[in-house]
């Protein structure tokens, strides 16, 4: 008797060109960490009183998809859910934020029983990013989808780049006015999430959504920063608008990408005393959009 190990499964995705509907052709390899996606489905029960006490009605309702995949964030293989989760293209290696959704079919395929899971209609809900000294560019994404089956036969799976994740040492971090923000080397933690807000459109007539809303690209997230001076303590007291660029690399140094948040709002920088060393600023903020740039948030990608 074989039972599945995680170090024997797979991840792989296809575009759809219509939502819920698997096309043909290979699928593509996606590295991953840890995922956690599943179908759910809502129960519906009876409400008639029994002088037994004993319900007799117990029926499963509307299904969905959801669930996070964790990735060491790295060039090229995750460039088509940065897409899906800025709705929308890459143009000329530049991101931003859109309004046009990407759907895909992925497939979960546990190699030594050979049973692959596929999920139909997903896209990313919500992306969260974490930078920090000693560990890979983590990536969360927060999957949202329409169904799933599952069989004994695995897509075919094309190759993934094979490039190598992404640090937080070989990277750069600017902080600044809107328009002139320059490196600082202060900062010892970084994250933020894009919440995009998918959900389900249940109809009559059928258990699964025939479609996803979607909500605004509300951009949030946190850093932390040695006490060295007043500097950021008083963008937060002054309200002062500011540009955040956070730059990741890989060892190669040729494959640059940049998160640029060309004007958030701090609002807050807690200063504790946790110890005898040294003294940490926790600091939030909220990207907003920026009519010079015409977004909240862009990545950008090398050549």
């Known amino acids: 008797m074989a039972f599945a190990q995680g170090s ?24 991953f960490s840890t995922h956690s996606l599943n179908l759910t489905k809502d129960r519906v029960t009876g409400n008639d009183i029994q002088s037994d006490r004993m319900p007799r009605v117990d029926r499963h309702g509307n299904r969905q998809v959801s669930g996070d995949i964790v990735v060491d964030l790295r060039d090229g293989d995750y460039d088509t859910f940065l897409e899906a989760a800025m709705l929308n293209t890459w143009t000329t290696n530049v991101l931003k934020v859109g309004t046009t959704p990407k759907f895909f079919s992925i497939e979960d395929y546990a190699a030594d029983i050979d049973q692959a899971r596929l999920f139909t209609g997903a896209t990313v809900s919500t992306m969260g990013v974490s930078l920090a000294p000693n560990q890979m560019v983590t990536t969360t994404f927060g999957m949202v989808g329409k169904d799933m089956t599952i069989s004994a036969t695995q897509k075919t799976q094309d190759a993934a780049s094979g490039a190598a994740p992404f640090d ?29 807000s998918f959900a389900p459109t249940f109809v009559i007539g059928d258990d699964s959504a025939p479609s996803l809303e979607y909500g605004r690209a509300e951009v949030e ?10 500097s950021l303590i008083n963008r937060f ?7 955040l660029v ?5 060892p190669t140094a040729a494959n640059e990408y940049t998160f640029t948040f060309p004007k958030i709002k701090i609002n807050s920088a807690d200063v504790g005393v946790d110890g005898p060393t040294s003294r940490i ?5 909220v990207a907003l959009y920026d009519s010079t740039e015409g977004t909240n948030f862009k990545i950008e990608r090398p050549a």
Not at 221 to 230: I, M, P, S
Not at 246 to 250: G, Q, R, T, Y
């Open 221 to 230: 997230g946190t850093f932390t920063a040695y006490f060295e001076d007043a």
């Open 237 to 243: 007291l002054n309200e002062t608008e500011t540009e």
């Open 281 to 285: 600023i926790s600091m939030s903020f």
């Open 8 to 31: 024997r499964s797979s991840l792989s995705y296809i575009v759809e060109s219509t939502f819920g509907t698997t096309p043909a052709g290979n699928f593509t390899n996606l590295p």
């Open 246 to 250: 956070v730059s990741v690399n890989d």
């Open 168 to 196: 937080a040492y070989s990277g750069d971090l600017a902080i600044g006015n809107v328009g002139g923000s320059s490196s600082v080397a202060i900062v010892t933690g970084v994250d933020f999430t894009l919440t995009n």
